[in-house]
C-alpha cells in the first residue's frame, strides 16, 4: 500500500471513529441523560479529531485541491465548522428537548460531509 493510500485509509478509519464516538456520547449524555465521566471520553475524543485534521491537512496538501475547484472541499470545510458548533452546543445546552435536537442537527451534519467526501458532488 502506497503511503497516500494508507493516509487515505486512516483519514476515513479515523473520520468513522469521531463520527461514531459523537454519536455515542451525544446518545449517553443527552438521550439517556446519563454523565459522561470517565477520562478515556474527555480526552479520546480531542486525540482523535486531531488527528483527523492532520489526516485530513496531509490529504489536501497532497492533493493540492484549491477550494475554488474543488467546491465540495470548500463547503465540507464550512460544514466542519457548523458541525464542530452544534457539537459544542448540544452539550452546553440545558433543556435536554433542545440538546437532542442541536444534537441530532449535528449528526445530519456529520452525515452530509460524509456524503461531499464521498460522492464530491461538484
Same mark, same amino acid.
Given at each position: 500500500?502506497?503511503?497516500?493510500?494508507?493516509?487515505?485509509?486512516?483519514?476515513?478509519?479515523?473520520a468513522?471513529?469521531s463520527?461514531?464516538?459523537?454519536a455515542?456520547?451525544?446518545?449517553?449524555?443527552?438521550?439517556?441523560?446519563?454523565p459522561?465521566?470517565?477520562p478515556?471520553?474527555?480526552?479520546?475524543?480531542?486525540?482523535?479529531?486531531t488527528?483527523?485534521?492532520?489526516?485530513?491537512?496531509?490529504?489536501?496538501?497532497? %492533493? !493540492?485541491?484549491s477550494?475554488? @475547484?474543488?467546491?465540495? +472541499?470548500?463547503?465540507? $470545510?464550512? /460544514?466542519? =465548522?457548523?458541525?464542530?458548533?452544534?457539537?459544542?452546543?448540544? %452539550? !452546553?445546552i440545558?433543556?435536554? @428537548?433542545?440538546?437532542? +435536537?442541536?444534537y441530532? $442537527?449535528? /449528526?445530519? =451534519?456529520y452525515?452530509?460531509i460524509v456524503?461531499l467526501?464521498?460522492y464530491?458532488?461538484?
Amino acid at each position: 500500500m502506497r503511503p497516500i493510500e494508507l493516509l487515505q485509509s486512516l483519514h476515513v478509519l479515523l473520520a468513522a471513529f469521531s463520527g461514531l464516538g459523537f454519536a455515542l456520547r451525544g446518545f449517553v449524555r443527552r438521550v439517556l441523560d446519563r454523565p459522561l465521566n470517565h477520562p478515556a471520553v474527555r480526552v479520546g475524543p480531542h486525540l482523535v479529531d486531531t488527528l483527523l485534521l492532520a489526516s485530513g491537512v496531509g490529504l489536501w496538501l497532497h %492533493f !493540492r485541491h484549491s477550494l475554488p @475547484e474543488a467546491g465540495w +472541499l470548500g463547503l465540507k $470545510l464550512i /460544514l466542519l =465548522v457548523v458541525y464542530i458548533g452544534l457539537g459544542i452546543a448540544a %452539550f !452546553r445546552i440545558e433543556r435536554r @428537548e433542545r440538546a437532542v +435536537l442541536v444534537y441530532l $442537527l449535528a /449528526l445530519g =451534519v456529520y452525515v452530509t460531509i460524509v456524503a461531499l467526501a464521498v460522492y464530491k458532488p461538484f
